[in-house]
């Protein structure tokens, strides 16, 4: 067999799926094997075989052996939603939200979101950029290897597209990879205050198409939420988004029950995202189309909020993506693995199913798991070597970072022993 790459001394290798094709259902999670002793082999970055390291098949010479050191390997972290590109951070209102002052109080006098707007406008593209750079290390750091980006700090055409570019070139650079989504209808910007449809107008009727043409996203999203974008004007923007051929997202039942998850299972959208408030109708409605349920825990324990009803979504069969939402309003955190955590702690998912939400299911929220987020031939090299013993203790000892070295397309990218020597 041709490789130039096989892993040895695996302890346990987490993650092995029979066959890509996108979840059905919470049964995927139990489709996820964990091999004791398993091994891969890859060529040019892609996986060509997968089982027990006993059974490796002849290997053609010039072939590198990586050493895993007994610990475990799992595939690499696809944080499917985050807001990772912006300028500055909040740390003033985080301050007078503990003060007492809600999310919403502090949106509606003006600051939040629009906070993040002013900062983002008066950054210029190599401040954008080194900052979310920093960001996307944190992110490495932490065994990310795939990241979604939206945009929706910038609010008018020429910031978004520039949040689009700025994008685009730290996708180029690497070693990540990024996803990025079109979040023009995060919420109304200040220019628009008196003229919401006026912003609407603009989003459709401008924005999008140049959006689309600039082929720059791969998704558009929208805030669906009170003080937001309200059902009517989502259903408009998200319907002219895919008459112009992008793929479509939602942020859905975070703050407040409008019934973004049955918009979002109507207009067959990939994901539905947050879903803190999401009732027994929107389950319903997920349980009835393809739309994966992307969860967001650190959200709601930053805003001291209720988490999502994940066991009663789970058991409706909806596939469940976990992710960070890392954006400096409601999750200021790039920890992926943290996330895990909460799932298990707070929201009674299974070890199992966590890592499956932010692997597989997390590549299947970005249309990308016939590609990411399992070992199986074919699929990219993406994994990481954890020091643990078994998986578990990865949410088990919560906050700790066990990542020791990440590979991305069969190559070394980060190496935690050399980072804590640099
Ligand atoms: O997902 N919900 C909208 N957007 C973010 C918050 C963004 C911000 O506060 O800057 C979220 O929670
Ligand atoms: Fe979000």
């Not at 690497?174 to 449809?197: I, K």
Request: charged share 20%; with cysteine.
């Amino acid at each position: 067999m041709q490789a130039d790459l096989v892993l040895s001394n695996v302890g346990q290798l987490v993650g092995v799926t029979a066959s890509g094709l996108p979840s059905e259902g919470s049964g995927l999670a139990n489709r996820f094997q964990v091999i004791p002793g398993g091994s891969i082999a890859a060529l040019d970055g892609r996986i060509t075989w997968v089982g027990p390291a006993s059974e490796l098949p002849e290997i053609s010479r010039n072939c590198a052996r990586h050493d895993c050191g007994g610990h475990v390997v799992i595939p690499g972290l696809v944080d499917s939603h985050t807001h990772l590109i912006y300028a500055g951070d909040r740390v003033e209102e985080f301050e007078w939200r503990l003060a007492g002052a809600s999310y919403q109080e502090i949106a509606e006098r003006g600051g939040g979101i629009n906070t993040t707007v002013r900062a983002l406008r008066k950054a210029t593209n190599a401040d954008l950029a080194s900052q979310t750079r920093q960001r996307l290390r944190r992110c490495l750091a932490g065994g990310v290897t795939t990241v979604e980006v939206k945009t929706g700090y910038g609010l008018n055409s020429a910031d978004e597209l520039r949040c689009l570019d700025v994008i685009a070139q730290l996708d180029r650079e690497g070693p990540w990879e990024l996803v990025p989504t079109f979040l023009g209808a995060h919420v109304v910007p200040p220019e628009f205050a008196g003229d919401r449809q006026g912003y609407v107008r603009l989003l459709c009727e401008e924005m999008l198409p140049h959006v689309a043409t600039s082929g720059l996203a791969r998704f558009c999203d929208v805030f669906c939420d009170r003080g937001a974008f309200d059902l009517r004007e989502t259903r408009s923007i998200l319907e002219t988004a895919r008459q112009l051929g992008m793929k479509l997202k939602l942020h859905a039942d975070e703050l407040t029950c409008l019934g973004g998850a049955q918009l979002a299972a109507e207009l067959d959208a990939i994901s539905a995202d947050h879903l803190l408030c999401i009732d027994q109708a929107g389950i319903e409605a997920l349980a009835r189309s393809r739309t994966i349920a992307t969860l967001l825990p650190g959200t709601a324990l930053f805003l001291g909020l209720s988490f999502a009803p994940a066991r009663q979504i789970l058991e409706r069969g909806i596939p469940v993506a976990l992710a960070t939402d890392s954006n400096p309003g409601t999750c200021p955190s790039e920890n992926l693995l943290l996330m895990g955590s909460l799932a298990c702690t707070q929201m009674h998912m299974s070890p199992l199913e966590a890592l499956v939400g932010m692997t597989l299911h997390g590549a299947a929220a970005l249309g990308l798991s016939d590609r990411l987020g399992s070992f199986e031939p074919g699929k990219q090299a993406d994994f990481v070597i954890c020091d643990v013993r078994r998986f578990e203790q990865l949410f088990y000892e919560f906050g700790a970072n066990h990542v020791r070295q990440v590979f991305k397309r069969g190559k070394l990218v980060f190496d935690a022993n050399a980072a804590a020597a640099s």
